[in-house]
């Protein structure tokens, strides 16, 4: 096109001027259709570079601002897929099919493993503080009944209210695309008030009896693993190993309130003068998380196993600085399973509900079960909230209610882990 417009404007030449002027004004014309062909080419490159830079700004706006429920990436057309240009039978390239999503959808976080990993190379900083409340009530009859409605003996009442605030700092980093691994730093604080009516006292005034501790808590590590890249209708699954320590204040180095033994003691109120921090165990706990993302809600669940390790030659302190020798003693192993659904309310938001179980066996106490040792069954229905304040940044509000009675009564906890 560039040689038949030249030539036309050659045609257009006079005739008296001669063969030379009108070949060097073809060939001005020439050299000046090469500086637009050269700008064009310059404008073309710039703008693919532009493209593709906000190409780039988009998937990484994305990776760091996905809705909190999103759902699976749909498979996308093959890299090479074409289509016939217009005025044209021969196939050209139309784009580039995204990159597959490795990673399992957020969603409003209520147990304890979350369900996102952290990116590789970069790490979570996640403060946190939950509030747990608790009370039961006990009634022991000792005596002997007359008759149905007539009880010769002593009544024991006792109410018991329990408060404990934690205080963590919880830190994730990611390894590769699929593994990342934590550490959690506790702090304890712990109120209890007990009221009673003493036992072999026969008294039948009401009296309180208070206690609190505070100080560092068990702190945990734990390692999580994307074990699977679903394919179609098929739930992301997580795999994770929790480790729990004993740093905090276990059970048997506070004082209890007895004068020298606890049996058969009558001076004494059989509970600690301080509370512990820790349980006073190792634990390791192995899990399984599953994800099925199904728009616009994310349904999720998990099944863990914790194994308490025992403790041989355990004694407790009394007051004047005595010892009682309790021997070895294994707490019961613990069986969990939880399930739930998470639900997008924007882009920015998510709530979630769940419900928690766990069945704790019974405590052995020199490899015989504890007679007032029972299966304890423990569930919670658990509701919670999640908004992103940034792309880097969000606030989750989990609140949960007991459904058994050796549950807490209600637990609120405030989370807001912060990637970097």
Known sequence: MVLSSALVHAQGVPARKSAAERMEALEQLVVEQGRQIDTMRQQLREQTARQQELERSVAESERNARPPAAAAVAPAAPPDAAAPASGEGRPVRVGTAPQA????????????????????????????????????????????????????????????????????????????????????????????????????????????????GHALGDIELAARYQLNQPQGD???????????????????????????????????TGLPLELPTGSGFYSLQPGLTWLFPSDPAVFFGGISYTHNFGRS???????????????????????????????????RSSFSVGVDLNSVGRTKQNGVPVASSVRTQLSSLLLGYSYRYSPKTTLNVTVGAGLTRDTPDLTLSVRLPMSF
């Open 234 to 268: 098929t739930p992301f699954l997580i795999g994770s190993l929790r480790f729990k320590t004993r740093t905090g204040k276990d059970p048997f180095e506070v004082v209890t309130d007895c004068v020298t033994r606890c049996e058969g003691n009558t001076t004494g």
């Open 313 to 347: 030659n355990v004694s407790r302190r009394v007051l004047d600085g005595q010892q009682e020798s309790i021997g070895s003693v294994k707490p019961g192993n613990v069986w969990g399973i939880n399930f739930g659904m998470g639900l997008a309310l924007n882009e």
């Open 101 to 212: 999503d490795l990673q399992p959808p957020a969603v409003a976080p209520i147990f304890d493993q979350p369900g996102i990993l952290t990116q590789p190379g970069n790490y979570v900083i996640e403060p946190s503080l939950q509030y747990g409340y608790s009370s039961s009530n006990r009634v022991a009859l000792v005596g002997y009944t007359v008759i149905p409605a007539l009880l010769i003996g002593l009544i024991d009442v006792r109410e018991i209210k329990r408060s404990t605030l934690t205080a963590a700092l919880t830190g994730r980093w990611g390894l590769t695309r699929r593994l990342e691994v934590e550490a959690k730093l506790p702090y304890v604080y712990r109120s209890d008030d007990s009221i009673s009516r003493e036992i072999f006292t026969g008294t039948a005034s009401e009296r309180a009896f208070n206690a609190s």
